[in-house]
């Protein structure tokens, strides 16, 4: 395979492009004619104009058309469409530039819209959750501007929310420049909330940033922070404040075995099995889904990481069916992920493909966005079998072959 800068600049044009936009499409798009679209693929003619207005259509920086820079990992001329548009938005609101057209609609709206954009985000529908949250930034900052002076805490709550979504979204799609702008804009929107609670969410969206930036002990370090911060009684707690505490010690545990801590790792799990258990069931609260279920499932990833494989496997035999109909689609399609790395490390090849496999049929397009499913074909490669093959076909990569891995792949797990 070859490598990014190798390409021809209208070969990566071409590429680009993808399938889903032909030439014509493109001209369209950029109002240039069919024949310059045609000369700069056939590396004929490029002109300055040509180029920007080429970038600017497929949501793409010129560096990347140039060979300068790769095209972020599995990103599609839709991704790079969406993740240039919330870029955008996340910047102008943060300097105060909205669109004319933007409404600002009462606090009770924007905080039901917000409900809706992290259910959207927690079904795996990361594209649309972050064309949602453009949407949800821009209005309530349009709402944060018409707020009279002293009764705009509401207002800063919401924004640091819908900023927060955007990080999420960025961090997601390694897009890291946005996702540390966008949570460094919730940041500061969160400093004027009234609300302890978000500003201990918005800590642990900036670690779990720096986890999948490979700055751990800083991640290790916010997430302790936010779930001490938040730590409830147990005896008094509201099943919102259990959500966010769990969901909190939860992600500590995970920062705690990408470390390699197994006893501080355990130490999390326990609290985390407490607030589960405590709550009885799953539960959605302030952008986040937790409850014993996931307690559970997220405890498989952890085993693996600290390389437990015996103990992931025991409590996967623990899960079942029932139990993962609880779970939001992209917990549940993490969990899967973990299962069959699980499987892969205890060297049962066929078990790990199957579970794989499943996943990517039943969800190819949460797929695309992780680095786990390539890790785990790239493990089992030593087996040649049919299904090996199919797995890999699905991926869009040649079986056993160590190429197509992101460089990021061991830091983005």
């Known amino acids: 395979m070859a490598r990014w800068s190798e390409y021809t600049t209208g070969q990566r044009i071409k590429i680009l492009r993808g399938k889903s936009i032909r030439q014509t499409d493109l001209a369209e798009m950029t109002g240039l004619s069919l024949p310059t679209i045609q000369q700069a693929e056939q590396d004929k003619r490029l002109t300055l104009q040509t180029l920007l207005l080429l970038a600017d259509a497929l949501g793409a920086d010129t560096a990347v058309v140039l060979g300068q820079q790769a095209p972020r990992r599995a990103m599609e001329q839709d991704d790079r469409a969406v993740m240039q548009a919330l870029s955008r938005v996340v910047h102008d609101t943060a300097a105060g530039i909205l669109p004319d057209t933007v409404t600002a609609p009462s606090i ?3 905080e039901a819209n917000a409900k809706r954009c992290w259910e959207t985000y927690w079904k795996g529908g990361y594209l649309g959750a972050g064309a949602l949250a453009g949407q ?10 018409e707020q009279p002076v002293g009764e705009q805490a509401e207002a800063w709550t919401v924004l640091s929310n819908a900023y927060r979504l955007a990080g999420y979204v960025a961090n997601l799609m390694s897009a890291r420049d946005l996702a540390y702008a966008a949570i460094g804009n919730a940041q500061h929107a969160v400093s004027h909330a009234a609300d302890e609670l978000s500003g201990a969410l918005v800590m642990s969206g900036r670690a779990w940033i720096y986890l999948r930036d490979a700055r751990l002990r800083e991640s290790l370090a916010l997430a302790e922070k ?3 911060d938040i730590e409830p009684r147990f005896s008094r707690a509201t099943t919102e404040q259990l959500v966010a505490y769990g969901s909190h010690v939860n992600f500590a545990a995970v920062v705690a075995s990408r470390l390699g801590n197994k006893e501080l790792a355990a130490d999390y799990l326990s609290q985390s099995h407490a ?9 959605a609260a302030h952008g986040t889904v937790f409850g014993p279920v996931t307690a559970t499932t997220q405890a ?4 693996v990481a600290l390389g437990q494989t015996g103990q992931a496997l025991t409590l996967i035999g623990e899960i079942k069916p029932r139990h993962e109909e609880a779970l939001s689609g992209a917990a549940r399609n993490r969990y899967a992920m973990d299962k069959a790395m699980a499987q892969a490390d205890a060297k049962l090849w066929d078990a790990s493909l199957e579970t794989l496999e499943q996943v990517l049929v039943d969800d190819p397009t949460w797929a695309r966005h992780q680095a786990l499913p390539s890790v785990i074909v790239e493990k089992v490669g030593r087996a040649s079998t049919p299904r090996l093959r199919r797995v890999s076909k699905l991926l869009g990569v040649g079986a056993g072959s160590s190429e197509f891995l992101p460089a990021t792949a061991k830091t983005a797990l």
């Open 108 to 110: 009770q709206t924007l």
């Open 136 to 145: 949800l930034i821009a209005e309530a900052g349009a709402r944060l501007r």
């Open 226 to 228: 936010a779930a001490t």
């Open 275 to 283: 607030a589960g258990a405590r709550m009885g069931q799953e539960a």
């Open 300 to 303: 498989v990833g952890i085993k």
